[in-house]
């Protein structure tokens, strides 16, 4: 596909994990990728490299979806790059899990506004940009604990969660301007955030997973491949879960 026919996605939080692995999906259907990242400028640049080698093309961006001045700022410069954003994914996330007893005010603020609040200002920015080509595919990373809940997760779970009254709200207002939003909530899959929990947490929810086993990124990546693509265009408001069958 030449540069003038391409459009972009923007994958936020592209540079690790399922962030990583979507924007190669994305990268493999043609979009050029814009691969957002906060501090790991070298996993950014692995990601773009193996995109360009594969004959896609990408760049890697920093900034902090935390901070709207950031969001309004990198939209901005998206917008002059002469190719339509039709894609958006909100990935970036964080997790800080803690009792609600033990809940400090100022990880609930940081779980919420980097996990919730940049999905709602991004989604904003997107749909201003989307509008004028009539044609766009915003898409959650949400979570199977928005769902089904967890000890520990108040935080982290309420953020989620309102990704999905975010998704449905939205897709409602923009079904009309062809903007399709949808969100998609992963149960545990293999990967930085998962590496943190020891051998016996992890074989405690392998035993509640009907299949049996982890996710891997790749799973995630097929799934927001088919949304971000033409053969999703009728799906838009839909919470999709990809867990192994741990919530049904
Ligand atoms: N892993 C799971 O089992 C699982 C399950 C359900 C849902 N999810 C959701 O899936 C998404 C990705 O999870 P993951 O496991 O792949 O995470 P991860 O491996 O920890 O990677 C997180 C990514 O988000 C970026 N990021 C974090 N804070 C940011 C900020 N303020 N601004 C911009 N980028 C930021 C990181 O950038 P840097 O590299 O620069 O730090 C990194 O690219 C998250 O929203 C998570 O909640 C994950």
Redesign the pocket.
């Known amino acids: 596909m030449s540069e003038q026919n391409k459009s972009i996605a923007l994958v936020?939080?592209?540079?690790?994990?399922?962030?990583a692995a979507i924007s190669q999906k994305l990268g493999a259907q043609g979009f050029h990728v814009i691969v957002?990242?906060?501090?790991?400028e070298t996993?950014?640049a692995e990601v773009v490299q193996k995109i360009t080698a594969a004959g896609g093309s990408a760049e890697a961006m920093k900034?902090?979806?935390?901070h709207e001045d950031e969001i309004v700022k990198a939209m901005e410069e998206i917008s002059k790059k002469g190719m339509p954003l039709t894609v958006l994914v909100n990935?970036?996330?964080?997790?800080e899990d803690s009792l609600i007893l033990r809940l400090k005010k100022e990880s609930l603020d940081r779980t919420l506004q980097?996990?919730l609040v940049s999905a709602i200002l991004l989604s904003k920015e997107a749909v201003k940009l989307m509008m004028k080509n009539r044609n766009g595919s915003i898409i959650q990373?949400s979570?199977?604990v928005g769902e089904m809940g967890n000890a520990g997760q108040v935080a982290y779970s309420a953020a989620?969660a309102g990704m999905l009254g975010l998704t449905k709200s939205l897709a409602k207002e923009v079904a009309s301007r062809k903007i399709r939003v949808n969100a998609v909530t992963?149960?545990?899959?293999e990967?930085?955030?998962?590496h943190e929990l020891n051998e016996t947490q992890k074989n405690t929810i392998i035993d509640d997973i009907p299949m049996g086993c982890l996710g891997s990124?790749s799973d995630v990546a097929n799934l927001v491949g088919f949304l971000a693509g033409p053969d999703s265009h009728y799906i838009t408001g839909q919470v999709i879960g990809i867990n192994g069958g741990l919530y049904i």
């Open positions: 936020t939080g592209g540079s690790r994990g399922i962030g957002n990242y906060v501090s790991n996993k950014a900034f902090d979806v935390s990935n970036a996330g964080i997790s980097t996990n990373i979570s199977v989620k992963p149960g545990y899959i990967t930085d955030m998962t990124v």
